[in-house]
Structures are given as C-alpha cells and as structure tokens.
C-alpha cells in the first residue's frame, strides 16, 4: 500500500468471454476467476488469445460477446478510460513529449488530483528512479523504462494492473532481476497482477497461479508446481517444460495403478494421476525424472518401476544438468535430464542404456491427440 | 574506453577526421549550387537596393548608399506589407484546419488506402501552379455556383468573390495546401498508435488524450507545416494577381510590377529584403514560442 489508503480489492470475473476476428476466435467462451491480490499470468503461445484477453480487460478490445466484472461492478461497457484497470504495455508506451515525472503523473492528472508531487515522488522511490524524475524517457534504459512504465501504472491504484509481455524487451540478467523487482513491488502493494507472457519460466517465477491458453481457451490452470507436475493436456505437458510422452492403451486397472501398453511396453500410470477417461492414453514423464543405467545394471532398478531400452544418440552437458537424446526401439527420441551430482562416468553416444523412473511420477493424458505437433507449435512460440 | 587504450583514441581521431573531410566533399555541389544562384544574386541584389537613380534616365542607376530608399519603400507600401502578412496568416490558419483532420485520417484510419491519398494530394502539382490558379478563377466567377451559393445565402458584401480579398485567401490556401498536409503527415504517421491507447488507459477520453499526446508530438509537423504555407503565401503574387483586384495587391505584386514594369530595381530590391527581414523575425518568434527545439 503505497500511499498507506486500506485497499479493499476484489476479485476479477470474466465469464464466457468471446471475441471474434472475423470468422476466428481469438477467445473462446473464457471464464475464469482471478482472486484478489494474485499475482496471476496468462500463458501461451503468440496468437493463442492471451493479448486479446487482456486488451479486453483494459478495454482497449470490446468483446463480442461475456462480460467482465470487477467485484460486483460489471466493468464490460465502460471505456478504457473509465475503467479502474491500468496496463503496462509490451514496449511500455512511454510518453516521449513528457518527463519521467510527468508521464508518471499522467493518470492523477487526467483524474484531477491537485497536488500529485508526494504520491509521484513516493512512486518513483518504490521503483527506486527518483533521480531520473527530470529525464525523458529516451535516456533511460530499457529496465529503467520498464519500470517507469510500472510507475505510471501503480500509481493510479488500480484494482488490477495488467502486464502484457512486460519483459519481452529485456535482455536476460535484467529479465531475471525485474522478474524479482516485480514480484517484491507486487507483493508490496497487494494489487492483482494479471501477466501476459509466451515465457513459461517467467510465469512459473513470478505468478501464483497461472493459466494456460490455446486457441482462445485455458487449457489448464493451476499454481506453477502443480501444473508442471501433473500436466492434464498434450499442450500442457509440451508447452510447460518439457515431457516425453508414449500413446498407448488401457490394458488393467485397480484402485491404484493403471497397466497401459505402449509399443509393446508396460506403464504404470497412478489412477490419481491420469486424466484420460477412454481407453487409449497417452504416458507422460518429465525428463528430470527419469535415470539413466547401463545395460548391465538392470538389477538396481526398483522393482514396480517403469523402464525400458534405448540407444544415446546425443548427450549435451548443461553443467547443472547433462541432457540425453536416446532413441528407443520404436524410433522415438525422448529426453533425459541427469543432474550432475555424481563424478565421471557418463554415458556417451552409442551406449545402449537402461531408462526407468519411479510410476508416481508419471501422468495420464488422453489419447487421440498427436504427440509432436503441439511440440513443435510451442517450440516455434518459444523461439 | 578511449581513456583506458590511447592507441585506440588517436586512431578513432583519424578515422573521425576522415569522416568529416568526406563530409565537406558531400556538400560541394550544393554550396556551390548556393554560391552561384543564392548568395552572388543576394549580394547584387543588396548593393541594387541601395543604388541612386541617375537623373533624367528614368531606368538607370548607379551604385550608392541610399538607405532612404528602405524608409520611402516602407512608407509607401505598409499597407500591402500588412495585407501580405494578413492573407498570409489567414490562408496558413485555414490550411491548418483543413490539413489536420485529413492527416490525421491518412495516418492513423486511412489503412490499405493510405498511399492513394498521399498520391491524391501531391497529384494538383502535377497540373501547374499558374493553371491552377486560372481554374480558380472559373470556379469563383460570379456566374458559378460558388458565388450564386453565397448570395443565395446574402453572405457576400458585395455580391461577388472573384477580385475580393476572400479569392485571393482561397487561392493561397489551396495552392498551399500540400506543403501542410505533407510534415503534418509526417509527423503523425511517426506517432506510436500505443500512446494515445496508454493515455486511454490513464483516464484521458478521446479528446484529453488528443490534447495532451497527439497534438503536442505532432507540434513539429505544425511547426514545419505553417512555415512552409506561410513563407511562400507571404511572398506569393500570382494568386492576387489572377483572383483579386487592385484592392488587395500584396507584397510580391508590388515587387513584381516595381521590378517590370516601373523599373525602380532599387525600391523593389529594397522591399524584397524588407520581406525578407520581417519573414525571418516572424518566423524566429515563432518557433520561440512553439518551443519546437524541446520536442522529439
């Protein structure tokens, strides 16, 4: 709370949300609850409707249809001017005519506020630029421009400020450190953060709950660990981190663990852990949770584990970690993480190697869908 | 970095002095263009408008310090001084109202049609300034719709526009048209569509966010836009010439019949650099004011 006024923020609701360009979705039929005070992201690939659902928030877009509401108060035909929400844009649309002082006091101008010097000195001190207050923003530094645009936001105390690629411009050390910045100044003043961002480990940094979208829908949603752990889509698993999946089918189940064939091979999947609901399901496993063994040492694999062959095809060592290409009988290619705790004695390109990892890491999705295309779909996003 | 290695100094020094030398070969054909057409005419131009007639020749001068010949021009042609002005500004002013609303369509809403419009106003040019002027003297002869519109109305004082101070203002304001929509385009064109939606979203309605973002950052276009219509319509005389009368000679007509057909080289030189003088002080408190050297 920046100016020491006790806020009372409410929750944003948007409820089926539409907008159609041309014959084309951009968002379709999206409901969604974000709670007060979260810290909430918006995540996909370009294209994918998350810009669009946030515009229409600002109130930038008219929807073609749903309604958003903040609270009670249904904010849907109110224009971007009216409406209690402030925006911080991609490549932050500073004001080049106006000082750093000025563009930061826009908003408490246009709403008539006399004395705006306190509040606008405490701002720039929040986001540590008071001595840049004279500058035009083409002296500032992208980081510093970013975090005026931050300023010129949160100043007007909106109930929900909306971040759209806020970090896009960035280069990597200064992504991290406002990354940081942004959650302390978030958590410092309590609003709702929505975070539009086609960066899955930005999102997974900063929000406490994270949405993920495709062709205008949220396919999942959920805080960062537990949508990384148990993915419940193919785009999901794909797009959040990366996933070695197998398409197989139901052969038993009991209470606990479902048997599902995959290319001749056994899975076990926990019932929990699976939502596929037919018969065809497709196995996930995330690479950092599998190991890798030598032929010969079959034996050290835990009984109930799943596991197969396979042949290195690439190994890049990540110092953190060393990634394994192996190609299996069937000519997939997975990936494996092995962190780098024990010394030497790595596999190499050509060792025929054992895979296993524990069942209660691994997930169930429904079958039916293509493994790759999602993949590669989220890889040029990410690109 | 050029305290830190001095070897790397003395050569940028070379390579920056190289630079500069290439520079002043750049601008040769220019000054020399200069040279030979602006500043040997200027300086002859100069010496003229001091020169004393030779008695009983009428035609004939020679070289002297006559500054008298300022104070009788001023004295006798104040009044078309003003007028020029006048007009001038007038037909600046309308050309501004006209050429905003229109830039600002072709920069921001005119879309896939944008570079049509562009064509369709320098398109008048290509037909010449003189033919132009004729077709408006078709346009606003008594007879014409345009007239007969306005007397319909009773809005004529005397029943006509053609050889009236409003022809001539017309003129000037349609001639000089493009020179306004062209930096006016510019300048908004290169405005950031995200600045007026940032201002939208910081509370600022449509016309608030025009007051406060777009006008000011379009003021160089402003600036850039009235220099060019008003310089020229200053010193234009075609257009009082063919559309006004004997009432409403401006400046340029005085230095044009001066210079042809009375043959007072001196006087109508004088003049000329009175115009010239007043236009750069008028212009020099302008930008003043505008401020423009504080904009982007």
Not at chain 1, 36 to 60: E, I, N, W, Y
Not at chain 2, 37 to 64: C, D, K, M, N, W
Request: contains cysteine; glycine residues 8%; aromatic residues 10%.
């Amino acid at each position: 709370m920046v100016h020491g006024r006790e806020r009372n923020v409410e929750d944003l609701h948007l409820s089926n949300l539409t907008k159609m360009f041309g014959e084309v979705p951009a968002v379709d039929d999206l409901t969604l609850t974000i709670p007060a005070g979260s810290f909430f992201a918006l995540l996909g690939a370009s294209g994918c409707g998350k810009t669009t659902t946030l515009r229409m928030v600002a109130g930038l877009e008219d929807p073609t249809s749903g309604r958003i509401s903040i609270g009670e108060n249904d904010i849907t035909s109110l224009r971007a001017f009216q409406r209690p929400v402030n925006t911080v844009f991609q490549s932050y649309a500073l004001f080049p005519h106006l000082d750093i002082f000025e563009n930061v006091a826009f908003g408490l101008r246009r709403r008539g506020i006399k004395n705006v010097e306190p509040a606008v000195n405490a701002m720039l001190e929040l986001v540590e630029l008071a001595p840049m207050a004279r500058r035009k923003p083409t002296q500032l530094s992208g980081g510093q421009q970013q975090r005026v645009a931050v300023a010129r936001a949160l100043i007007n105390e909106p109930d929900v400020l909306l971040l759209d690629e806020p970090l896009g411009a960035l280069d990597l050390k200064l992504r991290r450190q406002m990354q940081i910045e942004l959650k302390r100044i978030q958590t410092e003043v309590g609003t709702t953060f929505v975070h539009v961002t086609h960066d899955q480990e930005e999102a997974m940094t900063m929000a406490d709950t994270i949405a993920v979208m495709n062709a205008g829908r949220i396919e999942q949603l959920g805080d960062p660990a537990s949508i990384y752990e148990l993915p419940k889509t193919v785009f999901v698993a794909n797009f959040l981190g990366q996933s070695n999946l197998f398409a197989g089918t139901r052969m038993s189940s009991d209470s606990n663990m479902i048997e599902v064939m995959s290319n001749g091979i056994k899975f076990l999947v926990p019932v929990q852990r699976n939502s596929a609901t037919g018969d065809e399901i497709i196995v996930g496993i995330r690479p950092e949770k599998m190991t890798v063994l030598d032929l010969y040492d079959g034996e050290k694999i835990p009984v109930g584990n799943n596991s197969f062959e396979g042949t290195v095809v690439d190994v890049s060592y990540a110092g953190v970690s060393t990634q394994y290409l192996i190609t299996l009988p069937w000519a997939q290619n997975i990936t494996v993480f092995e962190q780098n705790v024990i010394v030497g004695d790595r596999s190499s390109v050509g060792d025929r190697v054992l895979v296993h990892w524990a069942p209660e890491h691994t997930f169930g999705l429904a079958g039916g869908e293509t493994l790759l295309a999602t993949t590669a779909q989220a890889m040029a996003a990410g690109a | 970095m050029a305290a830190v290695l001095p070897s790397t100094k003395t050569t940028g020094v070379v390579v920056a002095q190289r630079k500069s030398r290439t520079g002043y070969f750049l601008l040769l054909p220019g000054m020399t263009w200069l040279a030979i057409f602006f500043a040997i005419p200027f300086v002859t131009l100069f010496l003229t408008s001091l020169q004393a007639p030779v008695e009983g020749q009428s035609g004939q001068y020679v070289p002297a310090f006559q500054i008298s010949n300022y104070s009788d021009a001023l004295l006798e042609y104040w009044p078309q001084f003003l007028r020029s002005f006048v007009y001038a500004g007038i037909a600046t002013g309308f050309a501004l109202l006209i050429a905003y609303p229109l830039a600002y369509f072709i920069a921001f809403k005119a879309g896939r049609w944008r570079a049509l419009m562009l064509v369709l106003v320098i398109a008048p040019s290509f037909a010449s300034f003189l033919l132009r002027t004729y077709a408006w003297k078709t346009i606003l002869a008594d007879e014409g719709f345009i007239t007969s519109f306005f007397n319909f109305l009773n809005l004529l004082p005397d029943d006509r526009i053609l050889n009236t101070g409003y022809a001539v203002v017309a003129g000037l304001t349609y001639n000089f048209l493009p020179f306004m929509i062209l930096p006016l385009y510019a300048a908004l064109e290169k405005i950031d569509p995200r600045l007026m939606e940032a201002s939208n979203d910081l509370y600022a309605s449509a016309f608030t966010t025009f007051r406060k973002v777009t006008w000011p950052l379009s003021l160089p276009g402003v600036v850039a836009g009235t220099l060019l219509t008003f310089i020229p319509a200053a010193g234009d005389y075609i257009n009082a010439e063919l559309l006004g009368s004997t009432q409403n000679r401006m400046i340029g007509n005085v230095i044009q019949t001066n210079f042809i057909e009375f043959r007072d080289y001196p006087t109508a030189s004088a003049l000329s650099f009175v115009l010239m003088a007043a236009i750069l002080v008028l212009v020099f408190t302008y930008i003043r004011r505008a401020g423009t050297e504080d904009l982007v």
